[in-house]
């Protein structure tokens, strides 16, 4: 389902002469259909920039990331933007809020731009709401307010309402309290059930050892320390 063939990286750092850092260099991974991987390695060795050239955030100079089929590293920006919608999740860990939205159609509205009716997907954005326990009073209003952990709820909520092939979760259990994060852990182990093919950066290792099937130290990826 995610297939990375042999990527590489470098920033150009324009206001520096426009010097060029190598960050990554020879990436290859596969992440079949059901399986968790964690993107390991020391900080700095690359975790976050494979996941955002995976979601196409950031551009990749070599290689091939297949998605579906779909090679994000070449594709358009309408083709990305219709993998975002239909195929591949991400889970950030910070919620990106739309001021004046409400919580509820926050968490629908990938349910509602993918052709669900908009009661059939606010019945859902309800259910998650509920078994994340983010009180009902506040499903209403806009997220805006809300503390960390609620934000970082209704976030969770919203990646999971639509039932995406893959996903891209960037420490999903930041903090959440217990009862929160053995809920976040049965909503990805559902998820892979259902055959998603999830790659994930997990600092809480007891969750990632929990729900991860294997490890990819990302160091073996940066140029001059790759083996
Ligand atoms: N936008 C950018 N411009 C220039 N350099 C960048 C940019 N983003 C990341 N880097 C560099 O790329 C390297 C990898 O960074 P990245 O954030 O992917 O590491 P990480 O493994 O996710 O680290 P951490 O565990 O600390 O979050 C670092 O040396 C970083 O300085």
């Given at each position: 389902?995610?297939?990375i063939e042999n990527v590489s990286k470098s920033f150009t750092l324009h206001n520096q002469s426009a010097t060029e850092i190598p960050v990554m260099a020879g990436a290859s991974l596969h992440v079949p259909a059901g399986e968790c991987i964690a993107l390991v390695g020391a900080s700095g060795s690359g975790k976050s920039t494979l996941m955002r050239m995976i979601y196409g955030n950031y551009l990749t100079a070599t290689g091939r990331i297949l998605v579906d089929g779909v090679d994000v590293a070449s594709a358009e920006p309408r083709d990305i933007l219709q993998l975002r919608r239909h195929t591949?999740?991400?889970?950030?860990q910070f919620l990106r809020v739309v001021p004046r939205v409400s919580t509820l159609d926050v968490v629908a509205e990938p349910l509602m731009i993918?052709?669900?009716t908009r009661d059939?997907?606010?019945a859902k954005a309800q259910s998650l709401l509920e078994r994340l326990n983010i009180p009902e009073r506040l499903w209403q209003l806009s997220p805006t307010t809300f503390s960390g952990g609620e934000q970082q709820r209704v976030n969770i909520a919203r990646g999971f309402a639509y039932p995406y092939p893959a996903m891209l979760l960037d420490e999903p259990t930041a903090s959440l309290d217990p009862t929160n994060r053995a809920t976040v852990l049965t909503m990805i182990k559902e998820a892979k059930d259902r055959g998603t093919a999830i790659v994930g950066i997990f600092h809480d290792h007891?969750?990632?050892d929990q729900i991860c099937d294997r490890q990819i130290d990302v160091t073996g990826f940066t140029p001059g320390l790759a083996a």
């Open positions: 389902m995610i297939r591949l999740g991400y889970v950030s993918t052709g669900r059939a997907a606010i007891e969750a990632r």
